[in-house]
């Protein structure tokens, strides 16, 4: 998992079978962690079926859903945004 300088997160990734052991959510608490140390109010996220529901979790609203092509294949993925106090 990442955080460019704009507050947005990509790769939030956790390999199949270390889902379920706290691994994202790890990995999400240091982000947010960075993030309000830099002052941030607002973080952004591009995320999958499977990220959705985990952003959800964390207090996160899908801003739309939106269809985006990678490497020739189209799919469809979740804008979403929490804003941070």
């Known amino acids: ?16 079978r270390h889902i379920g052991k706290g691994v994202a959510k790890a990995l999400y608490d240091a982000i947010l962690a960075e993030a309000l ?3 941030r109010t607002k973080l952004r996220a591009e995320a999958s079926h499977l990220a ?4 959800e979790r964390q207090g996160w609203s899908v801003v739309r859903r939106q269809t985006v092509a990678r490497g020739g294949v189209r799919m469809t993925n ?3 945004e929490k804003t941070l106090p």
């Open 1 to 16: 998992m990442t955080m460019t300088a704009g507050g947005y997160i990509d790769l939030a990734y956790v390999a199949p």
């Open 37 to 39: 140390q830099e002052g």
């Open 52 to 55: 959705r529901a985990f952003f």
């Open 78 to 80: 979740f804008l979403m």
